[in-house]
T-cell receptor
C-alpha cells in the first residue's frame, strides 16, 4: 500500500552537530521526494526535494540522499543551529490515478544551544 | 503574489454539525489537495481536485466531500462531525501533479469539535 515510514520520531542534538532523518517508501514507481519543515503553529514549508534521476542534492547546510534500490531517502542537516528546531516531514509521490503526496509521521528535531 | 490562503483560521463546532472550509490556491496553480493533520502526526491525504473534479482520494469516509470552482479555489465539507475530526486542515496547491510538483501549503484551519 501507500506508506512512508520516518525515523526517528524525535531527535535531540547539540548546536553545531549534524542531524540525520531517514525515510522509506513502498512504491518503487515513486520518483519525487520532498522534505518539509513545520514550525510550531505554522504551515509546512518545502526545504528541499529530490527526483529519482539524482542520488544526492545539497543546498547549503541541507542535503538529501536517495537510494532507489532500497526505497530509502534521508535528510542531512550539518552545523545545526537552534533555529533548525522544528518538525520535519518527508514525503513520497505516488503516481496511482493522477498522483498524490504521502507524508511520513514526522521527526521533532531539537537543537540545544 | 499571494500564496495559498485558507479561511477561516479557527472554527469550533459541535458533534453532528457540518462545516465548510475554503481555500484559494497560489497564483498559477491549478491543483488543490486537502490534508488532515492531527496533533503530533503527519498530514494525511484527504483528496485532490483538478479541473473541478476529484482526481484522488485518501482513506476518508464519504462524510468528507469537496468541490473545486472554475477559478481553482476549493472547498472541503465535512458532515456529521465527530470528535475525532478535530485537527488542522491544510490546503495545498500545485501546478498539475502529473510529474510530482512541490506542494505549497496554506496556514490551515484549526477545527475543534466539541
Amino acid at each position: 500500500g501507500e506508506n512512508v515510514e520516518q525515523h526517528p520520531s524525535t531527535l535531540s542534538v547539540q548546536e553545531g552537530d549534524s542531524a540525520v532523518i531517514k525515510c522509506t517508501y513502498s512504491d518503487s514507481a515513486s520518483n519525487y521526494f520532498p522534505w518539509y519543515k513545520q514550525e510550531l503553529g505554522k504551515r509546512p514549508q518545502l526545504i528541499i526535494d529530490i527526483r529519482s534521476n539524482v542520488g544526492e542534492k545539497k543546498d547549503q547546510r541541507i542535503a538529501v540522499t536517495l537510494n532507489k534500490t532500497a526505497k530509502h531517502f534521508s535528510l542531512h542537516i550539518t552545523e545545526t543551529q537552534p533555529e533548525d528546531s522544528a518538525v520535519y516531514f518527508c514525503a513520497a509521490f505516488y503516481y496511482n490515478q493522477g498522483g498524490k503526496l504521502i507524508f511520513g509521521q514526522g521527526t521533532e528535531l531539537s537543537v540545544k544551544p | 503574489d499571494a500564496g495559498v490562503t485558507q479561511s477561516p483560521t479557527h472554527l469550533i463546532k459541535t458533534r453532528g454539525q457540518q462545516v465548510t472550509l475554503r481555500c484559494s490556491p497560489k497564483s498559477g496553480h491549478d491543483t488543490v489537495s486537502w490534508y488532515q493533520q492531527a496533533l503530533g502526526q503527519g498530514p494525511q491525504f484527504i483528496f485532490q481536485y483538478y479541473e473541478e473534479e476529484e482526481r484522488q482520494r485518501g482513506n476518508f469516509p464519504d462524510r468528507f466531500s469537496g468541490h473545486q470552482f472554475p477559478n481553482y479555489s476549493s472547498e472541503l465539507n465535512v458532515n456529521a462531525l465527530l470528535l475525532g475530526d478535530s485537527a488542522l486542515y491544510l490546503c495545498a496547491s500545485s501546478f498539475s501533479t502529473a510529474l510530482g510538483s512541490p506542494l505549497h501549503f496554506g496556514n490551515g484551519t484549526r477545527l475543534t469539535v466539541t
